[in-house]
């Protein structure tokens, strides 16, 4: 299993994830949270992105999706 990192873009915290599928794929998935002054923080959740054929592969895509979230919306 895959030992999740979390990496820091433009005020997130990004912490993508993979996860095995019973066919041998991996759904690329992602955890985004952003701090907030509020009681809470900003959280938000993606899952099944995509499908890739390796862990790599799918975490991969995960940083790369989530850094094209951060910078389109801000």
Avoid at 44 to 61: G, I, M, P, T, V
Wanted: no cysteine; aromatic share 16%; hydrophobic share 30%.
């Amino acid at each position: 299993m895959q030992n999740i990192k979390t990496h820091h873009y433009n005020g997130y915290a990004i912490q993508p994830s993979a996860h095995r599928l019973p066919d041998g794929f991996f759904s690329s998935n992602l955890l985004l949270e952003r701090p907030s002054h509020a009681v809470e923080a900003q959280r938000y959740q993606f899952y099944a992105l995509d499908y890739f054929k390796s862990e790599e592969q799918a975490l991969q895509h995960s940083y790369k999706w989530a850094r094209h979230w951060v910078d389109t919306r801000g």
